[in-house]
């Protein structure tokens, strides 16, 4: 197949006057070409399209009046983030579906859904995985009503990644430290926040392959955290400096992974998550699993990216890795194309 590459290269952002923070779900030069290594050696051409300015100005071209749209690619690999607002990751992969271009990873529906992890919760609760109970903030005033009265809670803002907004004093033990969170984050991300119940016992990450009924766990990862890592919490500088502050430890006890694949792959399938993706779990005091959030479009460098850690551990090489998100993503291609995935 022609396969396109279509990700946000923070070096780019960066260059137009972003931050780190603000840049930091983006990917690295050794991110894509990773990728595309992959890809091509598994006997795929892969031409990089870029970010979704270059990819709509690429798509708009080839428009003709009175004319369907030209399909350039037999399949994009997506991992663009988006830039800006709860609806970003789906940007993407809305254009293609007006393009009706094949796409690997999860639909718009999905990928907003998830990144609002109040509204993930809510799903995958009515699916039957438990998740700490939480409140969504969009001001000050809303803490006067909020329900949760024991503490400590855990505040993040709700639509983010890779931890950002997330330090240690996101574990609050009083209201005054909770009022000083939320203004923190309110300020500081133009976004509501989610405060939840916090979940003190043992972290993990649950990697899964596939779609629907032929989803599949590959494994779990228990987070835990070194000497010089921020105390308690997988934050932004943690998630940063991983290979650092960060041993990841495949789960290899039987009935602690039963009840995390089971609940992961209910959350997933309800979520309706596609070819691949991440979700996190944490243990409550009585050492019980609890649904944390879910990352649909999961990073994919293949050493400082959770998943392909986890994979590697798992005993599935990166580009197996990568083999399987396309052969799940090629099925949803029309029967002629099949045939050369």
Known sequence: MLIALVY???KDYLAMGFGEEETAEFDSDATISSIAQAIEGLGHQVERAGNIYDLSKRLSSGLKKNQLPRKPW???FNISEGLSGRNRESQVPALLEAYGI?????????LSLSLDKEM???VVRAAGVPTPDSFV?????DLKKIPLQEYPLFVKPLSEGTGKGITPSSVVKNPKALKAQCKRLLDGYGQPVLVETFMPGREFTVGIIGTGDGARVVGALELQLLKGAEPGVYSYLNKELCEERVRYVLVKNKKILKELSVLALKAYRALGCRDAGRLDFRQDGAGHA??????PLAGLHPT???LPILCRQAGMPY????DAIIQSAAKRLPENKRAVS
């Open 304 to 306: 400082h990216s959770d």
């Open 74 to 76: 037999d399949l994009v």
């Open 319 to 322: 580009p197996e890795l990568i």
């Open 8 to 10: 946000d290269l923070r």
């Open 102 to 110: 094949p796409y690997t990873f999860s639909d718009p529906l999905t």
């Open 290 to 295: 609890s649904f944390l959030e879910a990352n």
């Open 137 to 141: 903030v969009e001001s000050v005033k």
């Open 120 to 122: 993930a919760k809510k």
